[in-house]
């Protein structure tokens, strides 16, 4: 079954205590993402990547970091994680970037306390 | 640079009754349009895109959008409202110049969708 998956699907931690968050595609996809969605203010852009070993900010990108090794794998990295980083994450994945179609991922609730 | 405004928060209607959504964006450059739908705990799943093609777009579950240029606009529509469409409906655009994306989506802040019986 072609998806987007994410884990863990939900994460309590601490300040400053360093983590990530997996996301793998089995869609031979080029293009993947990340994604913060908070209330009333929708999906925002965190890292994006056109390729393996090209990665871009998008627009919120301070706090995080990712890398693209492989293709179908694509890590968010919380260095030191604050409370300002409580989310939810989607990880998303398209064969191209426009006019190609994003597939999500089922999201990650993070918690930072 | 890009930036997208739902212009409504929340939509309530009956069951039956049209919907409209309302979008509109700003893009420096030919802009790929999207709508996203999420229903509640779900992640998101693609309505219909726009791609400089035609400009009335149809999207699964019946609705559609129109891209109105000179409006600036690619609101949401649909002829009937059915219970399941109660969700959050996002409309994102993507810039596209020369055949090279920018890479960069930028999402509305949602609205929320509420149909009542």
């Known amino acids: 079954e072609a998806q987007v998956t994410q884990n863990p699907r939900y994460l309590i931690t601490v300040t400053g205590k360093k983590l990530t968050v997996t996301c793998s595609q089995n869609m031979n996809h080029e293009y993947m993402s990340w994604y913060r969605q908070d209330p009333g203010l929708g999906l925002r852009q965190i890292y994006y990547s056109m390729n393996v070993e090209v990665t871009d900010k998008g627009d919120v990108p301070e706090g995080y970091k990712v890398s693209r090794k492989e293709k179908r794998n694509f890590p968010l990295i919380l260095e030191s994680p604050s409370p300002n980083q409580t989310s939810l994450y989607f990880c998303a994945s398209s064969l191209s970037l426009s006019p190609y179609e994003q597939y999500f991922g089922p999201g990650t609730r993070l918690t930072v306390t | 640079a890009q930036s997208v405004t739902q212009l409504d928060s929340h939509v309530s209607v009956s069951e039956g009754t049209p919907v409209l959504l309302r979008c509109n964006y700003s893009?420096?450059?030919?802009?790929?349009l999207f709508w996203y739908v999420q229903h509640p705990n779900k992640g998101l799943q693609l309505l219909l895109k726009?791609?400089?093609?035609?400009?009335l777009v149809k999207g699964i579950n019946g609705f559609e959008a129109e891209f109105k240029k000179s409006e600036t606009s690619f609101h949401l529509t649909k002829p009937s409202a059915h219970m399941s469409d109660a969700a959050e409906y996002f409309c994102?655009?993507?810039?596209?110049?020369?055949?090279?994306?920018?890479?960069?989506?930028?999402f509305g802040q949602g609205t929320i969708l509420t149909v009542h019986p």
């Open positions: 893009s420096s450059y030919s802009p790929s």
């Open positions: 726009y791609t400089s093609a035609a400009t």
């Open positions: 994102v655009v993507s810039e596209w110049a020369g055949g090279t994306s920018y890479g960069k989506l930028t």
